[in-house]
């Protein structure tokens, strides 16, 4: 099986992004909004590429609907209370 290369520079974003209206989940790297996700699995794996490629960088899920933010290296904290799927 062949191994799926890595870009951490993509020029139209992911190819999962899309605008704020429909987005359930915001990526946020270092404060600042980057791309939105409609399923936050997909805002998951988004995140992990983008930490993979900015290591040093504080990277961020924001649920738009409650507005709790999700640690992709410990999804199961939600601002420091237990997330709850």
């Known amino acids: 099986m062949a191994r799926r290369?890595?870009?951490c520079?993509?020029?139209a974003a992911e190819r999962g992004?899309?605008?704020e209206e429909g987005a359930r989940s915001a990526i946020v790297v270092d404060g600042?909004?980057?791309t939105h996700r409609d399923r936050l699995e997909i805002a998951m794996e988004a995140a992990s590429v983008l930490k993979a490629c900015r290591p040093y960088s504080r990277v961020v899920?924001?649920?738009l609907q409650t507005g709790a933010e999700i640690d992709p290296q410990n999804p199961w904290h939600v601002g420091g209370s237990p997330l709850h799927l």
Do not use: L
Request: avoid cysteine; charged fraction near 20%.
């Open 5 to 7: 290369s890595m870009r």
């Open 9 to 11: 520079s993509s020029p």
């Open 17 to 19: 992004a899309m605008s």
């Open 32 to 34: 600042v909004v980057r």
């Open 61 to 63: 899920i924001q649920d």
